[in-house]
């Protein structure tokens, strides 16, 4: 009897509990008007931005021993915590594997993805995400022991083994490249970065293949690190960025802007330590860039500040790319990464 | 599902897969659909859990056996492998056996062959490989063997039965499974030679063996590592089993003539099995679902193959992981329902 009794009142708990949250959602959509965001709401109430990283590539996301991340993509998400909550240290990083990511992001488990992600058509449009933008122009290569006598991907014959990671386009890439040129090859695919490279380093495979600036930071951890190296030739074309859920226009035009306003500082030369400076500037473009003058952040609900606040905290992306990138010895020339008005191809629209 | 913009069906299954699997039980590249890849995944699981199942039980019994073994030496270094290899973390044991001792095996140019023309190395264990002609009907007269087998054995029984005589079953059964595939290489054309694994060099230090059979490194290490920690718990089973048969029976067995050899297979065995096979099948069904960790070294399983590569190249997570687990759920419910039949077959039959 008393059983039954407990089993009544716990159904019945179940019930309202299901009943309550349905309103909640009802409630929550009725309220959605133009210019609110959930995704922001959300952030603001928990006070800190859900950001999805590398579980480990340095110069991109990496954590060191005391656990701060450092990273081009780590900025992107300190750049956006800047803007929305104020304080760029307001994050919490997600490290995810190559498979878990997209998962990650659409369920909910982290807002933004930054994690040296190549923007594809399938991705964009397929998977419920939206790309906003690209933080670093990279592409595929290979890394071989410099006593191979493997100079050039020409040198590759029948039988060559490659190791990489699943989950990427790196996989599909290789088997474009290899096809292409008729060669047969056998992939060893593995879950994590870490593996790829002890394996690699093993002496398990000939070759090492995935994005170009991700070969120059894992090289770094491999236990001879001057005995490697990268050839020259790029097989294919990665443009990495953050990336965003589908259908909160208000939270993806945050991240693409934060994205936007780093490079564009870069291009005004506007960095962390003038940007206060900036303000009586004679410029209006720079002006605007740093709240000075019109009112860029009303359209996406924040403050004048907001770009002022990712210039001065996390800096413009000339910085950042040297504090992670170039600094770091990982790779000292920009390349493709620089200014359009550098002879880079980094061109962002207008903030104004 | 739909305010996430996720959207949800198993059309993509048709659709081409565009990734290459390291290594494959049927054809296939990347221009086949993703059912295939799935299908490659599926088979190299299967493969990985029966040859651990097989490896896991003929040491598991060995071992459990040897627990109980007068000797001293054996049964102490039998205890100790059992409480060795059963107390760490499977995962651990799986590193260890492909990064650890992958790093202490030989490249391709610096192995040594082993018995003329076996070769372990980095990149895998090389063995000459049988090339037939006419195999099929080399595998007939085997099927064929075994029918005439099981016949032989029936027959045997009905003669024990009905008058009592023993004739040498295993004698006989041994022997017509070897005369009669023989008899088809002299009468039908089968045969066979072999092919010897040849070293090739890719580049100036970059060496593979080509031909014969190449069983990669992966497969290797992780048989090794589900069959040496699951044949612990087999081994505990088999002891368990043996154990629980009282003394009596033995002593009782001795006492109407039978010899040693025959009370273990006449009086001990068969109910020690019943007692060891419920909990074998247990450890069985573990080894299978273990073998997923298979994805942490790039043995292409079907975690790695399906539930990794294509998920992120489809970002069908609800679809594929709902496949896999209904997969494993499958398997896992095949061996259940093998073992229970052969557990209700070796059961006692109350009269």
Known sequence: MFKNIKKILSLLAVASLVFVYSCDQMAGKKNQKKGASKTVDATKKSGFVKCGVSQGLPGFSNADASGNWTGVDVD???AVAAAVLGDADKVKYTPLSAKERFTALTSGEIDVLSRNTTWTLSRDADIGLTFVGVN??????????KNSGINTVDDFQNGISACTNIGTTTELNMRDFFNSRNIS??????EKADEVVAAYDAGRCDTYTTDKSGLAAQRTKMSNPDEHMVLPETISKEPLGPVVRQGDSVWEDIVRWSLNVMIEAEEYGIDSQNADMMKSSDNPAIKR???????????????????????KQVGNYGESYK???ADTGILPDRGPNELWTKGGILYVPPAR | MATRGIDFGYGFLTQESSFDVQFSLIEYSGSDSYARAYLVGLLNTLLVSILGIIFCTILGVIVGIARLSPNYLIRTTAAWYVEFFRN???????????????RALPLPQEADPMLGSFYLTIKGFYTP??????????????IAAIVAIVFVRLYAKKLRENHGKHIPVLNISITILFILPLLTFFISGVSVTYELPVLKQLAKTSFIFEGGLSIPPELLSLVIALSLYTATFIAECVRAGIEGISKGQREAAASIGLNRKQILNLIIMPQALRIIIPPATNQYLNLTKNSSLAAAIAYPDLVLVFAGTALMQTGKAIEIVSITMLTYLTLSLLISLLMNWYNARIAIVEK
């Open chain 2, 88 to 102: 760490i973390p499977l995962l651990l044991q799986i590193f260890f056996w492909y990064y650890a001792a992958l």
């Open chain 1, 323 to 325: 504090r992670n990138i």
């Open chain 1, 136 to 145: 670093f122009y990279d592409g595929q290569g290979f890394m071989v022991r």
């Open chain 1, 76 to 78: 992107i998400c300190r």
């Open chain 1, 289 to 311: 860039l740093v709240g000075s003058e019109g009112e860029l952040g009303a359209a996406f609900g924040l403050d004048n500040e907001w770009s002022l606040r990712i210039i």
């Open chain 2, 129 to 142: 490989s049988l090339v037939w002609i006419n195999l099929d009907i080399f595998i007939y007269s085997v």
């Open chain 1, 185 to 190: 090859y056998e992939p060893v695919a593995f």
